[in-house]
């Protein structure tokens, strides 16, 4: 069973567009969401991350955005550029279970020039 | 952030051989480690869990006679597959944790590639 679901599963955007990826939960018990990137043949990179708290969390031109009675977050990429195409991955956590990371299926963002 | 590092970045294999994987954290104690395998296009697939000193928690589905974990110090852990058999030829990335943190670091990763 998924614990977090991801959409869409790739994306194409222009350079300088807006890229925005969807992931959603059912565990109420999650405490901690990030998003992490991904380039081939390397391990993921915590990108941006958020606790239920908080409804929005910006960090350069990456935006998270938190929706918790909905249980829904988003990765929102401002000024897209072809050096952000990789894969991205929501994933959820609970402080009882030690940090363990339920991951997304992943979206593969192309931007072009 | 935290200093990972995975060796090999990348390993071929014959079958019915087995590999070992080290992963070490440079900067920081990692008190728990995760390994992780992930298939092309596919997302991370937690295998198993273990805690310094401890026995490794795994999966539901992946064995662990064959995939072989040691956590014995706080900054080295290591997977040993097994026996490997083309099936496991995969991306195997570590992410090592530090008691209290939140945060989740990898390693590079390790593509084994059995043949």
């Known amino acids: 069973q998924q614990q977090v679901k991801q959409s869409p599963q790739s994306l194409i955007v222009q350079k300088g567009g807006i890229s925005i990826i969807n992931c959603a939960y059912e565990n109420t018990a999650f405490d901690y969401f990030p998003w992490y990137q991904q380039f081939p043949g390397k391990g993921p990179a915590l990108l941006i991350a958020?606790?239920?708290?908080?409804s929005e969390k910006k960090e350069g031109r990456f935006t998270i955005s938190f929706n918790k009675s909905a249980k829904q977050f988003s990765l929102h990429i401002m000024d897209s550029q072809p050096g952000d195409s990789a894969t991205y991955f929501c994933?959820?956590?609970?402080?009882?279970?030690?940090?363990?990371?339920?991951f997304g299926r992943g979206t593969q963002l192309t931007v072009w020039p | 952030g935290a200093v990972v590092s995975q060796h090999p970045s990348w390993v071929i294999c014959k079958s019915g051989t087995s590999v070992k994987i080290e992963c070490r954290s440079l900067d920081f104690q990692a008190t728990t480690m995760f390994w992780y395998r992930q298939f092309p296009k596919q997302s991370l697939m937690l295998m198993a869990t273990s805690n310094e000193g401890s026995k490794a928690t795994y999966e539901q589905g992946v064995e662990k006679d064959k995939f072989l974990i040691n956590h014995a110090s706080l900054t080295l852990s290591t997977l040993t597959v097994t026996s490997a058999h083309p099936e496991d030829s995969s991306f195997y990335i570590c992410?090592?944790?530090?008691?209290?943190?939140?945060?989740?670091?990898f390693g590079q990763g390790t593509r084994l590639t059995v043949v």
């Open positions: 992410s090592p944790k530090e008691g209290g943190n939140t945060e989740a670091f």
């Open positions: 958020i606790r239920p708290d908080v």
């Open positions: 994933a959820a956590s609970m402080g009882s279970t030690l940090g363990r990371l339920y």
